[in-house]
């Protein structure tokens, strides 16, 4: 293995908490409400839907945080896999991971140069333009080391809570013109009102996904066994607070059913609260928190792809690091990557794929967590995941539910997924068969 093939520990708890905050918090939680109070229309109801969905995080906290710790490597989830289910199950997970991951940037890149354009109306002719210059910048600024990009991860995550927190405060000090609040009944627990329930938990599981992203930094962490924990539970405590505060501000200044369907609640709840300009002032926090997550974003598949890399899962240049600590031609071919969807500008069909994948990789990495701990039981754990094994099989059962009603709901990706499942298995072989040749 060539000598710049090791990363560089130079992160800590402030990288690891803002890599949270940073890469969890977008415009899901500026849009989902509308659409979450389009099927609850309930007050209770939807900040439940919210604490719910925050629980499932902390626990998740705990299992990541055990496997992180014993199992300190780049490229997060897919170690923990293939060290539990073996080669084929790393290999195809860590893909599978990846793609989700690469997926993100193109998205982000495209919706931050809209939302600059909503800014400055001249340039809305060149939102590709934009959104290519932003690429472009932050895979320089990430070329540069990833001291770098973990000061950009740090300062644009403060400002993001900031502006979050100002939003919240703003909407309990509004006392405008009352309006009705979504009445608080009885609820009798219809069929519709559960499948309602679980689409709701689904868009909240999905602003809350990027949770576990400090898990890729591992091998760059000064003090794993610490950090990641720290930086888990620190991250958790953050974003669930400002997730459940914000819905129930928002259902302070609207009730659910002015908010229902709203493409994006947060501009209605800001034109109540501050007037015509209040869309202005929600359009600068989602820019700020799309700078965040994108840049937590391009940090991200280069670890996956560097993992991958080492383990002959791809090529082998793919380990290779710069100066600065940055797997460097995992970060490139990452970024061409990102270019080629930014262009083509269509991420409807890919974004369902992703989150359906995310989802087999979540719930494997539980899996691997149970089996572990069975098949190998004297390996160090510095931390160990709370409520084990109740949450462990918990977190399984739950993600298998959430992967049958993907299944039910889009047959489309699960047909993908099972095709490009059938056809790793012979990839996989033919590279394990160059490798034992060579």
Not at 171 to 176: K, L, P, R, T
Not at 177 to 191: L, N, W
Not at 248 to 253: N, P, W
């Amino acid at each position: 293995m060539a000598k710049d093939s090791k990363l560089k520990k130079v992160l800590g708890l402030g990288f690891g908490i803002a890599i949270f905050v940073g890469g969890t918090i977008g415009v899901g939680i500026l849009r989902t409400p509308g659409e979450i109070a389009a099927h609850l229309d309930n007050e209770w109801l939807i900040t439940g839907c919210w604490v719910l969905g925050g629980l499932y995080i902390v626990m998740g906290c705990g299992a990541y945080s055990e496997l992180a710790t014993s199992i300190p490597k780049a490229g997060g989830s897919y170690n923990y896999i293939k060290r539990a289910f073996g080669e084929y199950a790393g290999f195809i997970s860590g893909w599978f991971d990846y793609i989700t991951n690469a997926i993100a940037p193109s998205f982000f890149c495209i919706v931050i140069s809209e939302y600059i354009a909503i800014l400055f109306p001249a340039l809305k002719g060149l939102t590709t333009v934009i959104a290519i210059a932003f690429l472009a910048g932050f895979t320089l600024l990430h070329m540069s080391g990833i001291k770098n990009g973990s000061i950009v991860q740090q300062v644009t995550s403060i400002i993001k809570v900031l502006f979050f927190v100002a939003l919240i405060t703003a909407c309990f000090w509004y006392s405008g013109v009352e309006t009705a609040k979504a009445e608080v009944s009885p609820v009798i627990m219809s069929a519709g009102l559960v499948i309602g329930f679980f689409k709701s938990l689904q868009m909240a599981l999905g602003a809350y996904n990027g949770w576990y992203a400090i898990c890729f930094f591992a091998e760059e962490d000064e003090d794993p066994n610490k950090n990641i924990p720290r930086s888990l539970y620190t991250g958790a405590v953050i974003v669930v607070a400002i997730y459940v505060l914000i819905n129930i501000a928002f259902l302070h200044v609207l009730p659910a059913s002015a908010m229902a369907n709203s493409p994006l609640a947060a501009s209605d709840v800001a034109k109540a609260v501050f007037g015509d300009k209040g869309s202005v002032i929600v359009t600068v926090i989602a820019v700020f928190s799309i700078i965040g997550i994108l840049n937590a974003y391009l940090m991200i598949p280069p670890r996956i792809l560097y993992g991958l890399s080492r383990d002959g899962f791809f090529i082998k240049s793919g380990t290779r690091v710069n100066e600065g600590g940055t797997p460097i031609v995992a970060l490139l071919a990452s970024s061409a990557f990102t270019f080629i969807l930014v262009l083509i500008g269509s991420f409807g069909v890919l974004f369902a794929l992703a989150t359906f994948m995310s989802v087999i990789v979540w719930m494997l990495a539980y899996a691997s967590l149970i089996k572990l701990r069975i098949s190998e039981p004297h390996l160090i754990r510095p931390h160990k995941a709370w409520g084990y094994p109740y949450t462990a099989f918990l977190l399984v059962l739950f993600s298998l539910a959430i992967f049958i009603g993907f299944a039910y709901s889009d047959q489309s990706s699960l047909l993908v997924i099972a095709c490009i499942s059938v056809i790793s298995y012979p990839v996989f072989r033919l590279i394990k068969s160059r490798e034992n040749n060579s």
